[in-house]
């Protein structure tokens, strides 16, 4: 049995070597792994976690190194399926700290990603699972959106955790990923977003009222993220505000990830909420001070090391 099962994107992460310059004017690059719920899955199991990923790669040297990534950070990768046609992903982007990173997807019309059909699942170990995450992106297309329904459908007790991860470039309209989101958050207990991806989901962006809209929708516990304004959550009985952890940001897009990972943590071990948040925020300021996501996602020691940092 996993701890965790991430469902959806996978790629390759191409990401310039230098800051403060524009793709036209870089000249080095360095290749990472990469894609949402797959970096969620690294995070958790640099954590101790038992974690897998359910997602697809092309029939191409990407696609091996994806697999070859997510195996040498100690997740399964038996769920990974191989598409022929469609080649594997990549993402470039920019990086101008403290807090502009245009990001570049490369993903074609149909990804791999997004053709995984509800025949592939293993619903069995997805029920078994500890704490099942998916992500808005993987609701964008069919077949990938059979396959989270049937997945959702199969979900017993344990977490099952809402990435409410809205890219507009990956959907034909926000009104789309409002709807599909919508559809889906009656199935999740937890749904975690930052201020653009909660107005997505609930139309308002303003965070109590966000986060009482996704109680409202179903969920048990909603995780509002603020940027340089910390993290809000709340559930029926309690509200929690974390305030954001210093670091100077080197590169901010794999920070949510790293918060993801660690937010699977704090849940799955039972922690006070306040407690989760304040590990999860260290967590994604952790990566956020660094290049790469999958690569630098930080072990609990050092996420412990950093909060004794900012409260000694």
């Given at each position: 049995m996993f701890d965790l099962i991430t469902i959806g994107r996978c790629g390759v992460d191409i990401y310039p070597?230098?800051?403060?310059v524009g793709l036209a004017q870089v000249e080095t690059f360095g290749k990472f792994l990469g894609?949402?719920?797959?970096?969620?899955?690294?995070?958790?199991?640099?954590?101790?976690?038992?974690?897998?990923?359910i997602t697809a790669v092309g029939a191409d040297?990407?696609?091996?190194?994806?697999?070859?990534?997510?195996?040498?950070?100690?997740?399964?990768?038996?769920?990974?399926?191989?598409?022929?046609?469609?080649?594997?992903p990549v993402t470039f982007c920019e990086i101008?700290?403290?807090?502009?990173?245009?990001?570049?997807?490369?993903?074609g019309e149909h990804p791999p990603d997004l053709r995984i059909t509800p025949s592939q699942l293993d619903l069995d170990a997805i029920a078994g699972a500890r704490l099942f995450?998916?992500?808005?992106?993987?609701?964008?297309?069919?077949?990938?959106?059979?396959?989270?329904?049937?997945?959702?459908a199969a979900r017993g007790a344990g977490p099952t955790v809402f990435d409410l991860d809205y890219r507009p470039t990956l959907w034909?309209?926000?009104?789309?990923?409002?709807?599909?989101?919508?559809?889906?958050?009656?199935?999740?207990?937890?749904?975690?977003g930052n201020?653009?991806?909660?107005?997505?989901?609930?139309?308002?962006?303003?965070?109590?009222?966000a986060a009482r809209a996704l109680l409202a929708a179903g969920v048990e516990l909603a995780v509002v993220k603020m940027g340089p304004a910390g993290v809000y959550a709340r559930t029926a009985t309690e509200t929690v505000l974390v305030e954001p952890v210093e670091v100077k940001v080197v590169n901010g897009i794999g920070a949510g990830d790293a918060f993801g990972g660690?937010?699977?943590?704090?849940?799955?071990?039972?922690?006070?909420?306040?407690?989760?948040?304040?590990?999860?925020?260290?967590?994604?300021?952790?990566?956020?001070?660094?290049?790469?996501?999958?690569?630098?996602?930080?072990?609990?020691?050092?996420?412990?090391?950093?909060?004794?940092?900012?409260?000694?």
């Open positions: 070597l230098q800051t403060g894609g949402s719920p797959t970096n969620v899955a690294v995070a958790a199991a640099r954590h101790g976690l038992r974690a897998a990923v040297p990407f696609g091996e190194y994806v697999r070859q990534a997510i195996g040498g950070f100690g997740v399964s990768d038996a769920y990974v399926a191989t598409v022929e046609g469609p080649p594997t101008f700290p403290p807090d502009h990173f245009p990001i570049y997807f490369y993903r995450w998916f992500s808005a992106t993987g609701l964008s297309q069919e077949p990938s959106r059979a396959a989270h329904t049937a997945a959702l034909p309209s926000r009104e789309a990923a409002h709807e599909a989101v919508r559809a889906a958050l009656p199935y999740a207990n937890v749904a975690v201020l653009d991806e909660v107005e997505t989901a609930v139309g308002v962006r303003d965070p109590e009222a660690a937010l699977c943590l704090g849940l799955l071990r039972g922690w006070p909420l306040e407690r989760v948040l304040r590990f999860a925020n260290a967590a994604g300021a952790f990566v956020a001070a660094r290049l790469a996501c999958a690569d630098a996602m930080p072990t609990t020691a050092e996420v412990d090391d950093l909060l004794n940092e900012v409260h000694p």
